[in-house]
């Protein structure tokens, strides 16, 4: 999902004069976003869906972790009965 975003933006700064891959200075970004409402709405969106994205993550793996516990401790007491 996070990619298929990257890339719209990624459409979206060739046009501002932004590479996917090129540096550019924190002023001068800040200047383009400012100048430009639709890129600042991209970016603004793009933020939330990143901290949505993570957050699903993190549960994810707090999930994954509890599971692994639980295996862990099943093959524990079966390694225990023998």
Do not use: C, H, K, P
């Not at 932004?18 to 603004?44: K, P």
Request: proline share 0%.
């Amino acid at each position: 999902m996070l990619r298929e975003i990257r890339n719209d933006g990624v459409v979206m700064g060739y046009a501002l004069g932004l590479s996917a891959f090129g540096e550019v200075e924190a002023d001068r970004l800040i200047e383009i976003v400012r100048d430009n409402e639709g890129y600042a709405a991209y970016l603004r969106t793009t933020r939330e869906w990143a901290a949505i994205q993570r957050a699903l993550i993190g549960d994810q793996q707090s999930d994954a972790q509890a599971l692994l516990a639980d295996i862990e401790g099943y093959l524990e007491s079966r390694r225990a009965r023998q």
